[in-house]
Nanobody, 121 residues
């Protein structure tokens, strides 16, 4: 019933920036943690960044200082600002909401469809 729609992926050169966004298809009352994961070719999906309901953030060591996760005040959007991108950042990026409350029901995890980020010269 609720879908997460991602946008912002594309092809960039090393050192450039992208901003990914993920928006719910309907109004969400609350989200516990918003996350961004990524999956590179031949690799397992890995957690890149998380932001809690109180705004606390965590980042993978590989992206600290370069990526910033943020959420809006209405709970229905999460973003990932990616700076100083390198070829090693090439992956499909997925947004994830671990516990979602709507007026209709409680969802134990929602995933976006993924958006491809390619960093190449």
């Amino acid at each position: 019933q609720v879908q997460l729609v991602e946008s912002g992926g594309g092809l960039v050169q090393p050192g450039e920036s992208l901003r990914l966004s993920c928006t719910a298809s309907t109004f969400i009352d609350s989200v516990n943690n918003w996350d961004w994961y990524r999956q590179a070719p031949g690799q397992q999906r890995e957690l890149v960044a998380s932001i809690s309901s109180d705004g606390n953030t965590n980042y993978a060591d590989s992206v600290k200082g370069r990526f910033t996760i943020s959420r809006d005040n209405l709970e229905n959007t999460v973003s990932l600002q990616m700076n100083s991108l390198q070829p090693e950042d090439t992956a499909v990026y997925y947004c994830h909401a671990d516990l979602v409350r709507t007026v209709a029901r409680l969802y134990h995890g929602l995933w976006g469809q993924g958006t491809l980020v390619t960093v190449s010269s």
